[in-house]
Each structure stands twice: as C-alpha cells, then as structure tokens.
C-alpha cells in the first residue's frame, strides 16, 4: 500500500460526458502528477499539480484539466468524452520535487 | 525524439531461470532511471532507481539494475524468476528532476512452470 488512494475504482461513461476522478495523496505529499495509461501502453503524462498550481502539462488537449485542493488532494475532468479516453487513469504523489512518486491503483474509465 | 524503448513487448522464462529486461533511453543527459512493476489491473510498484553513483542498483524482490551511460542503458535483472514475478513491467526515466515520468510501453513477462 502506497497510501495514494482513487476513486472510484471504475466507471463506465457515454461518448460526449464529463467524468472527474478523485486522487487522495499520501499524507505530507504536496505534489499529485496524472497519467493516462490505454491498453497495452506504458503511463503518458497528462500533467502535475504542485501546491495547487498546475507545474507542467503533457500533450493532452484542454478538455483535460485538474485541480489540486488545499490538503493536496487532487481531481482530474475530462470533458466531451471520447472513446480513446479509455483508459487506466492513475494518480501518484511525492512530498516535493525530485523525490520518489507513489502511485494509486488507478481508476479503469471506460467509453462507450 | 526523446524516448524511452523496451524492445521485447513480451518475454518468457521458466521458473528458476534467470531475466534480463532491456531498456534503453535517448536524452542527452543522464536523467533519472526507475523499472516499475505493474500486476494485472494495479497500479505501479517501483523496483528500484538510479539517480547517481554506483551504476549497479540494487531493488525489491531480489531484482537489479545496471546502468550504462555508454548504451544508454538501464537493463533489469534477476538471476531466479518466481511464478509471481508474472507481471507488466516498465522502464522510466525523469529528465528534468520534475517528477515527471516517462514511461516506456512495458515488457509483459510470463513464467513457465
């Protein structure tokens, strides 16, 4: 157990719906990054939340955004579903910048 | 391109045999290297990293790494698989000491007993 929690564990979604995922980060974690894994692929970032501001981005479009609370929790929304956004959704936390990341078990979205 | 690259998507060995899982990256400097492990519908375990120093990394579960600037290379290794090392592993590399991880597409690993 790494302590990074998400929520839900799954979810299915209709084309052209809005989801938001949950990541609780691992107590004394200010640092949250996302990361979109599809099938058979490796993790690809999506970006990273530092403090409550968004520290760098991947190459996703803006119908991809975040927000990171003041307990540094932290949410993913994704707007105007496609079905390419099925995916293994994973969240992982660090306590500051170069520092060991911690991952989540991930949430399982699934478009159809 | 920078980019991370696991030349064998699937790999096989028997139980007791030995594993080597390649990895090789292109960037121009050295970055951070990670190997993750990845269970069926988990989320990612980290084996081991390198940061500096000695380029022979030592990890969990009785895994190992060594590092060759020259080849660009970040091999993983263990000298005696188990049926439970059946997994989806990666090899990642943090370039600008951001937490920003990129990952290659993964070795799955299958274990004959």
């Known amino acids: 157990e790494t302590g990074v929690t998400q929520s839900p564990t799954h979810l299915i979604k209709t084309r052209g719906q809005q989801v938001t995922l949950r990541c609780s980060s691992q107590s004394g974690h200010n640092t949250v990054s996302w990361y979109q894994q599809a099938l058979g692929q490796g993790p690809q970032f999506i970006f990273q939340y530092y403090r409550e501001e968004e520290n760098g981005r991947g190459n996703f479009p803006p119908r991809f955004s975040g927000l990171q609370f003041p307990n540094y929790s932290s949410e993913l929304n994704v707007n105007a579903l496609e079905l390419d956004d099925s995916a293994l959704y994973l969240c992982?936390?660090?306590?500051?910048?170069?520092?060991?990341?911690?991952f989540g078990q991930g949430t399982r979205l699934t478009v159809v | 391109a920078q980019s991370v690259t696991q030349p064998d998507i699937h790999i096989t060995v028997s139980e007791g045999a030995s594993l080597e899982l390649r990895c090789n990256y292109s960037?121009?400097?050295?970055?951070?290297l990670f190997w993750y492990v990845q269970s069926p519908g988990q989320g990612l375990q980290l084996l081991l990293k390198y940061f500096s120093g000695d380029t022979l990394v030592q990890g969990i579960k009785g895994f190992e790494a060594e590092f060759k600037r020259s080849q660009s290379s970040f091999n993983l290794r263990k000298p005696s698989v188990h049926w439970s090392d059946a997994a989806e592993y990666f090899c990642?590399?943090?370039?600008?000491?951001?937490?920003?991880?990129?990952f290659g597409k993964g070795t799955r690993l299958h274990i004959l007993p």
């Open positions: 990642a590399v943090e370039v600008n000491r951001d937490d920003k991880i990129i």
């Open positions: 992982a936390s660090s306590s500051q910048v170069n520092t060991e990341a911690f």
């Open positions: 960037y121009g400097a050295t970055p951070y």
